[in-house]
């Protein structure tokens, strides 16, 4: 299957702070990419997605401004969380596919641990 | 809201075939059904998917049911390493093609 990496894999940061999470897919071009959220015990819960070129699209109840997402080529998506606080520490998950939105299999980053103090 | 149930957790005995059903009546007839794994603190593993007809490749075979309304998917050799959380998950139409996770099976593959 196609590869898809995240960095960092884990990072811990102060509250109030900003942190970027970049995901690329390393073998194939991403038409679309999309960011998850993982608490403890808990499952997957899709937080947007993004069309290479466009803004993203968000789930409901997720703040736009807090959560920006960037999606500026066909290999690259980052996730930047801003002013950070303790209860948005989390394992945040990013997936690419690489064709139209009813055909290609999504394939999925390893994870990006949030640790805010 | 996740369109797919699933038992919440299941055992298996290594080398024994692991049956891990799934329903989903509420699934449209051009919607998929897509099978991925998360070993513990990893991001998910795509397995398998498939629209109406039954599917296999090297990881597992899926089943689906003639109305659609439900599918199964089987590993056929459960070693210890496919100790994970199982979802199954039908892909929205239309709407970006989204995959919304439910809560998975709990699969634990014992000696």
């Known amino acids: 299957g196609a590869v898809v990496s995240q960095h960092p894999s884990w990072v811990i940061c102060k509250s109030g702070t900003s942190v970027k999470i970049e995901c690329r897919s390393l073998?194939?071009?991403?038409?679309?990419m999309f960011w998850y959220r993982q608490f403890p015990k808990q499952s997957l819960m899709l937080m947007a997605t993004?069309?290479?070129?466009?803004?993203?699209?968000?789930e409901q109840g997720v703040e736009k401004d807090k959560f920006l997402i960037n999606h500026a080529s066909l290999t690259l998506s980052t996730l930047t969380v801003t002013s950070a606080h303790p209860e948005d520490s989390s394992f945040y998950i990013c997936?690419?596919?690489?064709?139209?939105?009813?055909?290609?299999?999504?394939?999925f980053g390893p994870g990006t641990r949030l640790t805010v103090l | 809201d996740a369109k797919t149930t699933q038992p919440p957790s299941m055992d298996c005995a290594e080398g024994r075939a692991a049956n891990l059903p799934c329903n989903h009546s509420?699934?449209?007839?051009?919607?998929?059904v897509y099978w991925y794994r998360q070993i513990h603190s990893q991001g998910p593993q795509y397995i398998i998917h498939?629209?109406?007809n039954n599917e296999t490749n090297e990881m597992a075979s899926l089943i689906i049911t003639e109305d659609r309304k439900s599918s199964t998917l089987i590993l056929p050799h459960a070693t210890l390493r496919d100790t994970a959380v199982y979802y199954c998950?039908?892909?929205?139409?239309?709407?970006?093609?989204?995959?919304?996770f439910g809560q998975g099976t709990e699969l634990s593959v014992k000696p």
């Open positions: 997936s690419a596919r690489s064709q139209g939105q009813n055909v290609g299999t999504q394939y």
């Open positions: 073998d194939f071009q991403a038409t679309t």
């Open positions: 993004s069309n290479e070129g466009s803004k993203a699209t968000y």
């Open positions: 509420t699934i449209s007839g051009n919607e998929y």
């Open positions: 498939g629209l109406k």
């Open positions: 998950i039908v892909r929205v139409y239309n709407q970006g093609g989204k995959l919304i």
